[in-house]
């Protein structure tokens, strides 16, 4: 009788999808503060970014159908939006008063960014962060793998119909 082995499956990596994933997070929240400042408003679409950026990149290091990995990327969705709003506000002001960033953040704190993001907080905020991590984490525990697979099992190759 033959041994036979199981295919290993994709374990994952945990440290590097954090890394990425906040490498991520900062990028994206970057390029919110920019489209907001550019566009002169936010839009759900652009808080969906976060979500979306966050979860593709927390998912190359993904083990298969992780919520460990779906949660990390929620998280990181979260913080990159709210990131993004603090690199709106440290803009928004600099422009205004013709400071550097760094002026800005030396004059007011991280606790002060933070007190002027929660004058502005509301419901509209809790409902896109909320979708935000949603979208985070459907893409960041679903690895690609399994489409892969259940394409192979069910035979939904597109050149070769699957035979009853």
């Known amino acids: 009788m033959e041994n036979y ?3 290993e499956e994709k374990k994952g990596n945990v440290a590097a999808a954090i890394i990425v ?37 927390v998912k190359l290091f993904a083990a298969k ?10 998280v ?5 939006c709210m990131l993004g709003t603090a690199f709106c506000i440290i803009a928004l002001f600099a422009n205004g008063t013709e400071m ?24 509209m905020d809790i409902l896109f962060y909320g979708i935000a991590a949603y979208i985070g984490f459907s893409i960041g525990c679903n690895s690609s793998e399994k489409k892969d ?7 939904t190759d597109d050149k070769t119909p699957k035979e009853i």
């Open 5 to 7: 082995e199981l295919p």
């Open 21 to 57: 994933g906040l490498i991520a997070a900062v990028v994206v929240a970057v390029l919110l503060a920019a489209l907001t400042i550019i566009r002169e408003k936010q839009t759900g679409a652009m808080v969906m970014l976060a979500g979306a950026g966050v979860g593709f990149a």
């Open 65 to 74: 159908d992780s919520f460990k990995f779906g949660g990390i990327a929620a």
């Open 76 to 80: 990181l969705a979260i913080i990159s």
């Open 100 to 123: 550097s960033y760094m002026e800005v953040v030396s004059k007011f704190g991280i606790g002060g960014i933070v007190k002027l993001a929660s004058l502005d907080f509301g419901f």
């Open 149 to 155: 697979e259940e394409a192979e099992n069910n035979g």
